[in-house]
């Protein structure tokens, strides 16, 4: 199996769901496959981009999380600070 193949299974694309069943206006938005670590519960990562807003967003989630309550997170997410070069540079 080719390597980006790999890279592709390991998060599925959201973005069509998110806009069709919950209304969210997203460019993109990716659930990684679930990460066991040696202690704690299981989690997924989820990776979104706003329409409104270019810059990629993260946030963790229990492994079992619905795609419903993906949605409820993000529709209520209030972005944290950011760091990085400004946009005006």
Partial sequence: MPANHA??????????TMRKQHALALRRCRLSAPVEPPWGPAYRMVEWEAKNDPRVQRRVFPADCTPSQIADALRSHVPGRRYGPDDDD
């Fill in 7 to 16: 890279a592709r299974q390991s998060f599925a694309n959201l973005a069509p």
